[in-house]
C-alpha cells in the first residue's frame, strides 16, 4: 500500500491551492506522541460494524419488536454500539446506572413484559456487555448516594479523593487526557440528582449537570444537552403513558357498555320468550 503525504501551495495571483503527493514511510499505530503511545497497539484490530451489532440483536432476540418502540430501540443499539466500540471508553458505575436508568423509562411502557426483558437482554449480549454486573454497578451506585446532598456529590466530583465511588470516578477522569463522555454517563448524573433531591424539571438538572462536570474538570456542554433531552423524551413517554391509559379506560368503557348491552338484549329475548310462552299454554289450558 502506497503512503502519501498531502502538500498545498497557496497561488497568491490565482487565490487557489496547488496540491502534491509525496510518499511518507508512515505506519498506523506506531507514530511518536502520546496519543499512538496509548491506543497504538490497537491498530489493525477489527471492529464491529453497528449493522453487525444491530444483526446479533435481532438474531438474539428472536421476535419483532412493537411498532412504537422500533425506532428507539433501533436507536439505543447502534448509538451504544459507537460508545462501547470506542477505545476510549471506559465504564464506570455512573454510566451503567445511566443505562440501566435509560432502558427502564423509555420500555417501562412496553406492552409484553416478557418481550421486554428479553430485548434488553439481547441489547446488552450483542453490545458486549453483562446485564448481572451493569445491573450491579448500577444499585451500587443508587446505594452509595441515598441520604446525600447535590452538595455532597459535588465535593467528592471536586476532590476526586477518598474512597468514595464517585471520588474514585472524578480521579479517573481527571488523570486520563483522553477520557470519554457519553450520553449515558450524563444520564447517569441525572438520576443521581433526583435521588439527592433535586428537582425534575430541565432547567435545575442542567445547572446541577454543570456543576458536577465543571468539578470533575470536564466540557459541560454535552452532558447539559444530554439533561435536557432527557427531560423532553420523558415528558413525550408521560404524555404518551397518559395517552395510553387514557385508551385504555375508554376502551374499557366502551367493553363495559357492549357488555350491558347484551345482558339488555339476553334480558328481553328471555321475557319475549316467557310471554310467547305463557301465551302458547294459555290456549292449551283454556281447552282442556
Known amino acids: 500500500m502506497w503512503n502519501f503525504r498531502i502538500a498545498c501551495h497557496l ?32 491498530s489493525g484490530n477489527e471492529v464491529r460494524t453497528v449493522g453487525e451489532a444491530f444483526s446479533e440483536f435481532t438474531e438474539l432476540l428472536g421476535c419483532s419488536i412493537n411498532a412504537l418502540y422500533k425506532n428507539m430501540v433501533t436507536d439505543i443499539v447502534g448509538s451504544t454500539h459507537l460508545i462501547v466500540a470506542d477505545a476510549r471508553f471506559k465504564r464506570d458505575a455512573i454510566w451503567s446506572l445511566g443505562l440501566v436508568s435509560a432502558l427502564d423509562m423509555l420500555l417501562k411502557n412496553y406492552p409484553e413484559a416478557d418481550i421486554r426483558e428479553k430485548i434488553v437482554a439481547s441489547m446488552m449480549t450483542a453490545l458486549g456487555l453483562d446485564e448481572a454486573t451493569i445491573r450491579a454497578e448500577a444499585q451500587v451506585m443508587m446505594d452509595y448516594v441515598q441520604g446525600k446532598t ?7 466530583l471536586l476532590s476526586g479523593e477518598g474512597s468514595s465511588p464517585i471520588a ?20 447517569g448524573l441525572v438520576k443521581i440528582g433526583t435521588v439527592v433531591g433535586v428537582e425534575e424539571n430541565m432547567d435545575d438538572s442542567s445547572t446541577l449537570i454543570e456543576k458536577w462536570m465543571g468539578a470533575m474538570q470536564k466540557p459541560t456542554f454535552a452532558a447539559m444537552y444530554d439533561s435536557d433531552q432527557w427531560y423532553k423524551v420523558k415528558a413525550k413517554l408521560d404524555m404518551m ?20 348491552e347484551k345482558a339488555e338484549m339476553a334480558l328481553k329475548k328471555a321475557e319475549q320468550e ?5 301465551e302458547f299454554k294459555e290456549p292449551a289450558e283454556t281447552a282442556n
Not at 316467557?274 to 305463557?278: G, R
Open 274 to 278: 316467557a310471554k310467547l310462552e305463557a
Open 11 to 42: 497561488n497568491v495571483h490565482h487565490d487557489f491551492y496547488y496540491c502534491y503527493c509525496a510518499q511518507l514511510d508512515y505506519k498506523p499505530g506506531v507514530a511518536k506522541g502520546e496519543l499512538a503511545e496509548r491506543f497504538g497497539h490497537l
Open 150 to 156: 447535590a452538595a455532597d456529590i459535588e465535593a467528592e
Open 241 to 260: 403513558e397518559t395517552l395510553m391509559k387514557e385508551i385504555e379506560i375508554r376502551e374499557k368503557k366502551r367493553m363495559a357498555d357492549r357488555l350491558e
Open 168 to 187: 474514585a470516578i472524578s480521579a479517573n477522569a481527571k488523570s486520563d487526557k483522553y477520557w470519554m463522555y457519553s450520553r449515558f454517563f450524563g444520564l
